[in-house]
């Protein structure tokens, strides 16, 4: 292998250290404990194993954990009132519905009931806009777990040529306006792209989130290229990516494994999140608080 091993496990442990350090100082400094409320419908097996590393990581960097669990049957009225209540309580910085809700549940309605101030996801509809307007808000994790990854190994992103393949918005479409924002020439190319192999080769950085195994083989890659993989696929031999990361790491400057490379940015970059979403809040409260004082 030639490439450039990106460790997404250092690089997270690194991120979450540095946490730990910032949400003390802010409860020091403030009084205020930042608290992340997770919220699962039902029991879907994956579900509960991403909420309890969600729920364990933030205690960990000294988060409280404010998870709340509704039965599978649970109303959307149900859901509404426990999102209402959650957005309405001083004690909760972050909210996250994790995703995806009970079939007989409307997802999209209930995700604009997080206040942008309390959107860890950075999903919901202001969230997006305020990324698309380059103006401070949450962003979705792993988009942002990407760009701290390029950052850590000190990837140029300005000016770099950017390849994005898949343009949903849970990923695609956030990190092409995120590297956009920091001045990166990004093509955004989806299943209808016209002889993508030719495209990706003209990419300095090649995102791949496409849900695709191994669809991008060491063909698509320019030599010296860094390649993240955002892909993540179960299979009998254990998880892997939509890289086809042997041969692509033998051209790629820079490459990121599965697992071990982008997956463990998510968790790392929800955090700090939620410790954002305390410090905007408070932000927040002092600016009214000292507008109604000289009122
Ligand atoms: P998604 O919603 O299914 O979107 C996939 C995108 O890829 C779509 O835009 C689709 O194009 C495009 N696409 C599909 N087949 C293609 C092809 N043959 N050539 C070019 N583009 C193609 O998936 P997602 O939610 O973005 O997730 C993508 C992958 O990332 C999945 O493997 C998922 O498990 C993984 N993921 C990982 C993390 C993590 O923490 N590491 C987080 C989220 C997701 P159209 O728009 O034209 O349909």
Do not use: W
């Amino acid at each position: 292998m030639t490439a450039v091993l990106i460790d997404g496990k250092a690089v997270a442990a690194r991120v979450r250290a540095t946490l730990k350090d910032e949400v003390a100082a802010f409860t020091a400094a403030t009084g205020i404990q930042p608290g992340l409320a997770t919220v699962l419908v039902g029991g879907d097996p994956a579900s509960e194993v991403y909420v309890a590393s969600k729920r364990k990581s933030s205690v960990a960097v000294g988060l409280a954990d404010l998870h709340q669990h509704l039965p599978e049957d649970a109303t959307q009225q149900q859901v509404e009132e426990l999102l209402h209540r959650l957005a309405a309580d001083p004690a909760v910085s972050g909210i996250l519905l994790q995703l995806p809700v009970p079939a007989h549940l409307d997802a999209a309605p209930l995700i604009e009931l997080i206040p942008f101030e309390k959107d860890v996801d950075g999903l919901t509809t202001m969230s997006v806009g305020l990324l698309a307007q380059n103006k401070p808000g949450l962003r979705p994790c792993t988009p942002s777990g990407v760009i701290e990854l390029l950052d850590a190994y000190d990837v140029p992103i300005e000016g770099a040529n950017v390849v994005v393949i898949g343009r949903s918005e849970l990923v695609g479409r956030p990190v092409a306006q995120l590297l956009v924002n920091r001045n990166a020439t990004v093509t955004i190319t989806h299943s209808r792209t016209k002889d993508l192999a030719a495209v990706c080769r003209t990419a300095d950085i090649i995102v791949a989130a496409v849900g695709v195994k191994g669809l991008v083989t060491a063909d698509f890659v320019k030599s010296g290229a860094a390649v993240i993989d955002v892909g993540i696929h179960r299979g009998p031999e254990g998880l892997s990516g939509d890289v086809d990361f042997a041969p692509a790491a033998e051209v790629a400057g820079f490459i990121t494994p599965v697992p071990g490379g982008v997956g463990p940015m998510t968790i790392a970059m929800l955090l700090g999140n939620t410790l954002r979403a305390a410090q905007l809040q408070h932000s927040l409260a002092s600016a009214s608080a000292s507008a109604s004082a000289s009122a």
